[in-house]
């Protein structure tokens, strides 16, 4: 697999969706949980969805329970949460693993060690920028908040 629009995941209402349906859009991966300390992330990057997308740009969460048990809600709940809590209109995807043997192969993607950003996932709400090529540009570990990445997505929101 080469790039991004090669996987595919599950989204939080069950349906399998091709990642090449964001296809020539700027995207933002999070993996999110709904009991960390960066938990109010989640409405600064409904902000950045709002402001930048949902034509040209997305964020993609994806909840996870690898760190420190602080994804205990199921999907449904997740959603429920997201949506009650921080308005959250950009697209969730099941709780998966991240890390690991069980982790989706796309976050092995992500990771692998002869990517930009060879090393697994610390913590909650580490956040990937994957251009229109669907190639990462940029990893971003979970203390930068989701404003801070701005002037990276308009960047490369101007690109062709």
């Keep these: 697999m080469n790039t991004f629009y090669d996987f595919s995941a599950t989204r939080i209402e069950g349906q399998t969706l091709s990642m090449a349906e964001y296809a020539d859009q700027v995207l933002l991966v999070v993996n999110t ?25 997305a964020v993609l969460g994806f909840p996870c329970n690898q760190f420190g048990g602080q994804e205990p809600l199921d999907n449904p709940a997740l959603l429920e949460f997201c949506i009650s809590r921080f308005g959250v209109e950009f697209p969730l995807f099941q709780k998966c693993e991240v890390n690991g043997a069980g982790a989706l192969p796309l976050w092995r993607w992500l990771t692998k060690a002869d990517s930009a950003f060879p090393q697994p996932i610390k913590w909650n709400f580490t956040k990937f920028l994957i251009n229109r090529q669907g190639n990462v540009v940029k990893r971003y570990e979970p203390a930068v908040h989701p404003h801070e990445l701005l002037d990276d997505i308009n960047q490369l929101l101007q690109r062709p």
């Design 33 to 57: 949980a709904s009991e960390c300390g960066y938990t109010p992330q989640y409405a600064g990057l409904q902000e950045l969805y709002q402001a930048c997308g949902p034509e040209r740009f």
